[in-house]
């Protein structure tokens, strides 16, 4: 079968290509705004890249075009499609179709962490000797990949809430057909399609309805909105974490952690790892894998050896004594929750340094724009792009004073954090995209 994928470098249609050519298909596929990791892995698998969406890629005469969900009416490829009658599909009703069907599904869904999350997953099963397939939403760095189709029974998947295409509104993660889901947390985001929290709930609760009896469903014990989805109906056995009366519960720092299931301990994690929100990723993972059959033990011997995902907190130089880091945090809880994370790393008096750029539809329509100086409490300075916004950066991050600064372009914000920085400091910075190669520019301006 020879597909052609339009919007082949997002994170999810780019692994869907991985997986389309591991499986003998021939793939082709269009975009545009391309940038790293996705375009360079592409290109290694050998799979040709087209850029832009002109109508006369329909001379390649694929078997069918998959769609992606940055797609939209107007785009002239697909109304070339639409107008010849060709067919077309979305990227994951093609890949439950062929490439799920049959298999045990782990499905990884929540506002934070999936990524984190379902790279953990996949790194356990893979380390019980269960060889899983998986699909992540970035490239975990104990494979070095962000898809394979794994030799198993197992298939661990990150379940996005976003929607299918524009002629599929339904959230992704209904068509996965899941046996083990995590619902790790739930938040509001997605402000450019879901009008509020409850929209958001209603999704996630059809991702419950679509779990089989047989199935289990992890969910996070802290969170009221899921207690909400689940009050809704659930048909599958649960399991919780991350409260103290939760079926799993960690006693200790992040870094270093007793599991508890039930209130006795059955297992420790030792890792490098840091943050809250990552020992509740591994708690999350560690209740999934026990129903593919690995034990709490096993799971957290394997997560001992976790080497994170690329964008995560990676370490993308050091001089003079500062650390620039990469984050891929951008919703002003995940936001938080990383810096928490950092500062928790870090000796008594050790600055940070948070340079963010609020790229996501959510963080430029502004709905969550009050919450961002909350986020940043914890660092000591913060930098703010604003190229793009259609709100006032500077207003609202006024109540954080001389602390935080606003920068109308990349080479203003390297100024602004050069002229900051001291040795020892650590710089974090955080966006969904690619920043217009900020890191860079800060290492060899530190210099």
């Not at 990723?281 to 799971?299: D, F, K, R, T, Y």
Request: charged share 20%; proline share 4%; glycine share 10%.
């Amino acid at each position: 079968m020879h597909i052609h994928i339009l919007g082949i470098c997002g994170t999810f249609m780019g692994g869907v290509a991985a997986l389309a050519r591991e499986a003998g298909h021939k793939v082709t596929g269009c975009d545009a705004g391309v940038y790293p990791p996705m375009s360079d892995q592409l290109r290694a698998l050998g799979i040709e890249l087209i850029e832009g969406y002109d109508a006369g890629q329909l001379a390649l005469r694929p078997d069918v075009f998959v769609v992606g969900n940055v797609v939209t009416r107007g785009n002239p490829l697909m109304e070339a499609v639409l107008d010849a009658g060709l067919p077309y599909n979305s990227g994951p009703q093609w890949l439950a179709e062929n490439v799920l069907q049959g298999r045990h599904v782990l499905a990884v869904a929540g506002t934070h962490g999936k990524t984190t999350t379902t790279s953990m997953l996949a790194w356990v099963l893979e380390y019980a000797g269960l060889k899983p397939g998986f699909l992540v939403g970035g490239v975990p760095l104990n494979f070095g990949v962000s898809a394979r189709l794994g030799e198993g029974k197992t298939f661990v998947i990150e379940a996005d809430e976003y929607d299918t295409a524009f002629f599929d509104k339904r959230s992704k993660f209904v068509h996965y057909r899941a046996r083990t889901a995590i619902l790790n947390n739930l938040e509001f985001d997605h402000a450019d399609i879901f009008d509020d929290l409850a929209a958001i709930e209603r999704q996630f609760h059809h991702l419950v309805r679509t779990v089989p009896a047989a199935g289990r469903i992890v969910v996070n014990g802290l969170e009221e909105s899921l207690a909400r989805v689940l009050h809704k109906g659930c048909w599958s056995e649960q399991r919780s974490f991350g409260a103290t009366v939760s079926d799993f519960c960690a006693v200790g720092e992040p870094g270093s952690f007793e599991v508890l299931e039930h209130g006795a301990k059955v297992a420790q994690v030792n890792w490098s790892l840091s943050g809250v929100h990552n020992q509740l990723n591994a708690l999350a993972a560690i209740a999934a894998a026990q129903h593919a059959g690995v034990s709490p033990a096993q799971a957290a011997e394997a997560l001992g050896e976790f080497q994170n995902v690329k964008r995560r907190m990676e370490v993308r130089g050091t001089t003079h004594g500062m650390t620039v880091y990469d984050d891929f945090a951008h919703h002003p809880t995940a936001i938080r929750t990383t810096v928490d994370g950092l500062r928790r790393t870090l000796a008594p008096g050790q600055r940070i340094l948070a340079v963010f750029e609020p790229r996501s539809n959510t963080m430029k329509l502004g709905t969550m724009k009050s919450q961002l100086p909350w986020s940043l409490e914890q660092a000591d300075l913060a930098f703010c792009h604003s190229g793009g916004l259609g709100w006032d950066a500077r207003e609202v991050m006024a109540p954080m004073g001389t602390r935080a600064q606003v920068a109308d372009s990349i080479d203003e914000m390297v100024r602004q954090v050069s002229a900051a920085a001291r040795p020892g400091n650590q710089i974090l910075c955080m966006s969904n995209g690619g920043f217009g190669g900020i890191h860079a520019k800060l290492l060899a301006a530190l210099k």
